[in-house]
């Protein structure tokens, strides 16, 4: 099992990134997903789970309407499209799942299986 994340970079505020994660080993749309980040001197943090048992989605306060988690079951990738970008999203953020977990737990505990992480950098 595998995750490969990429699409992090350097950003304006105000701008937008979408970050993709993509599976090899197993069929990512069976199971749920989460993104996950962590900024310097910080914990890492949950930032948005898509649920398998019922298909619905979380998100930290802080990212709600400006993030949407998703997936493409045909490219076995997960995605995380990120508006209105600000400074405070500067992070490396980090894709996660694990094939046998379909609950609605959005914490770093339920997953076993994490992506390299990517770094997202926003600029004022």
């Known amino acids: 099992v595998q995750l490969q994340a990429s699409g992090g970079g350097l950003v304006q505020a105000g701008g937008s990134l979408r970050l993709s994660c993509t599976a090899s080993?197993?069929?990512?749309?069976?199971?749920?997903i989460g993104w996950f980040r962590q900024a310097p001197g910080k914990d890492r943090e949950r930032v948005s789970c898509?649920?398998?048992?019922?298909?619905?989605?979380f998100y930290t306060d802080s990212v709600k309407g400006r993030f949407t988690i998703s997936i493409d079951n045909t490219k076995n990738t997960m995605y995380l499209q990120m508006n209105d970008l600000n400074v405070e999203d500067t992070a490396v953020y980090y894709c996660?799942?694990?094939?046998?977990?379909?609950?609605?737990?959005?914490?770093?505990?339920?997953?076993?299986?994490w992506g390299q992480g990517t770094q997202v950098t926003v600029s004022s």
């Open positions: 996660a799942t694990d094939p046998l977990y379909v609950g609605r737990y959005c914490r770093s505990e339920a997953f076993d299986y």
């Open positions: 898509l649920y398998k048992m019922d298909n619905t989605t």
């Open positions: 080993g197993f069929t990512l749309g069976y199971n749920t």
